[in-house]
Structure formats: C-alpha cells, structure tokens
T-cell receptor, first 113, second 113 residues
Framework: DAEITQSPRHKITETGRQVTLACHQT?????MFWYRQDLGHGLRLIHY???????NKGEVSDGYSVSRSNTEDLPLTLESAASSQTSVYFC????????????FGPGTRLTVL | DAKTTQPPSMDCAEGRAANLPCNHS???????VYWYRQIHSQGPQYIIH?????ETNEMASLIITEDRKSSTLILPHATLRDTAVYYC??????????????WGLGTSLAVNP
C-alpha cells in the first residue's frame, strides 16, 4: 500500500547542530508539505513543494530549508537548531489537482536542548 | 484571511451522532471548507470537504448553511475510535495558484462508552 513515512520518529539534539528530518511518500504525489505543531497553535506551514526542483516558503520558514530532488522525498533541514524549534513536525503530500486533500505522515518529535 | 471558530471540546455517547459545529462567517465565495481530524499522537487525517452543497462520504456528512457562514460535521454513529481533535479549515486563495490551509485549534471530541 502507498504510504508516507517520516524518520526519525523521535530526535533529541543540541542547540546549534544541523538536523535533517526525512519525509518519503510512495503515492507519487506532486505536492509535499512540512508543518510544525505546538501547544496553543494550529499546524503551521513551514515549506512546501509542488514538484521536483520547486520549493516555497510557508508562514514559519525562518531557520528551515528544504530541497526536492525527486518526487518521493522532501527532507527538512534545520540549519542551526534552536530551542524554539522544539516541536512535532508533520510531513504531508497531495495530488496535483487535489492540493488540499493532504495525507499526513506519523510525525517527528524533535527536542532541541 | 477567512478563519474558523470551533468549540474547544465536546462529548458524545458511543453509538450516537456527533455534530461538530464550525463558524466561518468571513468565508469568501470561492473558499472551500475542509475537515480533518487528529487522533492522539498521529498525523491529521482528511475527512471531507465542500463548497456549497452538503457532502457525504463513508466517514461523515458535511452540512453547509445556505449563507455558507457555518457548517456542521456529522459522524452518524460515533465510536470510541472517533475520539480525536477535529479541525474545520477554510482554504485560502493566494497569489497565482498558491493556496494554504489555515489550521485552528479544533474541537476535541470525546466519545464516551
């Protein structure tokens, strides 16, 4: 069955370190998204991509970067992790013509000490 | 941007219908209403969406008022597995074809035995 996976599921890192969170989908979806979820906030969009070599900033993109070299993967990189980036991160994907019907991964819980 | 208002929490007895309200009084004519849910410690799950007409699928029914200022998600026979946070989301149009979903805090539905 097609699916979307995230790894690692849990990560603890130190302030200043570079961290990369992986997202892999086997639906062959063009669209992929990264969100973060914090207590007291709804999901907030970090970056998104509408296809290979396409990336766009979301509402909370500072300190994060993404690259899309193939259809299946959209890794999220924290260039220099900060404690404010402690959060649960969700990756999602959707079909080209059904952008808002998104399929979510299980999430990565990141703790920055 | 159109935003939504939902009650923070609701209870429902197992086997009964769960009716989850959502207010979106500033919605524009071309904005869809989406519903997702998030079971504890999992990624969000798409449920249903609509523009003007009522919609039904295998998971739920969506009733949108004629003036489109509010909607109700109906789970016809709630089970314990329906205990989750339910998000009512309005899709917001942006420049070009870029759109994003505005996530609020949702309604925490507890289905009780």
């Amino acid at each position: 069955d097609a699916e979307i996976t995230q790894s690692p599921r849990h990560k603890i890192t130190e302030t200043g370190r570079q961290v990369t969170l992986a997202c892999h989908q086997t639906w062959n979806h063009n669209n992929m998204f990264w969100y973060r979820q914090d207590l007291g906030h709804g999901l907030r969009l970090i970056h998104y991509s509408y296809g290979v070599q396409d990336t766009n900033k979301g509402e909370v993109s500072d300190g994060y970067s993404v690259s899309r070299s193939n259809t299946e993967d959209l890794p999220l990189t924290l260039e220099s992790a900060a404690s404010s980036q402690t959060s649960v991160y969700f990756c999602a994907s959707s079909e080209l013509d059904s952008q808002d019907t998104q399929y979510f991964g299980p999430g990565t819980r990141l703790t920055v000490l | 941007d159109a935003k939504t208002t939902q009650p923070p929490s609701m209870d429902c007895a197992e086997g009964r219908a769960a009716n989850l309200p959502c207010n979106h009084s500033t919605i524009s004519g071309n904005e869809y209403v989406y519903w997702y849910r998030q079971i504890h410690s999992q990624g969000p799950q798409y449920i249903i969406h609509g523009l003007k007409n009522n919609e039904t699928n295998e998971m739920a029914s969506l009733i949108i008022t004629e003036d489109r200022k509010s909607s109700t998600l109906i789970l016809p026979h709630a089970t314990l597995r329906d205990t989750a946070v339910y998000y009512c989301i309005v899709r917001v149009a942006h420049a070009g074809n870029n759109r994003k979903l505005i996530w609020g805090l949702g309604t925490s539905l507890a289905v009780n035995p």
